[in-house]
């Protein structure tokens, strides 16, 4: 039964592959809808920050911007502040460039990525990680679906590669405020299980079915982490 329940779901999983490859085929063109998104940050079910998504459209070039903003208060002190801004560009529907600067209490990260035509490759210049890196990375802000189908993700705070296993775990339906959103759950993994447990990527994502919307994200790291869709424009 176990072994049924296993193949099932491996199944489940490359049909909904294939469906987001085919949907996929205008790359970011369907969320042109969407010019705004905003997310409430908990950490052990409480508010402490947000993230904004601004998305701004020049003839041809989508400009994603984004601000997170939170901090780790205990008795009225703050125990940890995070500020980071980025600028992510796709030109005719593909990736251009990613750029970003992040304040984690007193230290500074960065990570430029650019593309090289001619080798076929991403160029970057980060906190963690300078050198190229494959095409089809994807940078890892997670508003944009096809990071799904990536065998690895740059990290948008340093730069560092994260091989990744991307595991479908069904359909579900999620509440958020007054609304119930229909979604599609994927459990993202490090591949390398060699890796610090604090280096890990193990985080859920939950995308909307019809829209592919990034609705909800969950992790654990020194204490239970959620991001969850608060406004939508």
Known sequence: ??????????????????????SASSHVG????????????????????????????????????????????????DLYKYFAESDEIYKNNSFFSFNSKTKQ????????????????????????????ADIDNIVGTWWNHEIIKSKAQISAISGRIIEQDVI??????????????NTLHFKFKSSDKGLPENKRLDTDIWYEENTYLWVKAQFIKQGNWEYRIKVIN
Do not use: A
Not at 1 to 22: G, Q, V
Not at 49 to 62: A, D, P, S, T, V
Not at 109 to 120: F, G, L, P, R
Not at 168 to 181: A, M, P, R, S, V
């Open 168 to 181: 479908f775990l069904g359909k579900e339906k999620i509440q958020l405020g007054n609304k119930t959103y």
């Open 105 to 132: 209490n007193k230290k500074d990260k960065y990570v430029n990525i650019s593309t090289d035509k001619e080798k076929n490759k991403l160029v970057i210049d980060g906190s963690s990680y300078k050198g190229l």
């Open 1 to 22: 039964i176990h072994d049924y329940k296993y193949m099932k779901r491996i199944i489940l999983s490359i049909l909904i592959l294939i469906t987001l490859t085919f």
């Open 30 to 77: 369907h969320y042109k809808k969407f010019n705004y998104l905003e997310y409430d940050l908990f950490r052990n079910d409480k508010l402490i920050g947000n993230h904004k998504y601004f998305f701004e459209r020049n003839n041809n070039i989508l400009t994603v911007k984004s601000i997170v903003n939170f901090k780790i208060t205990k008795l009225g002190v």
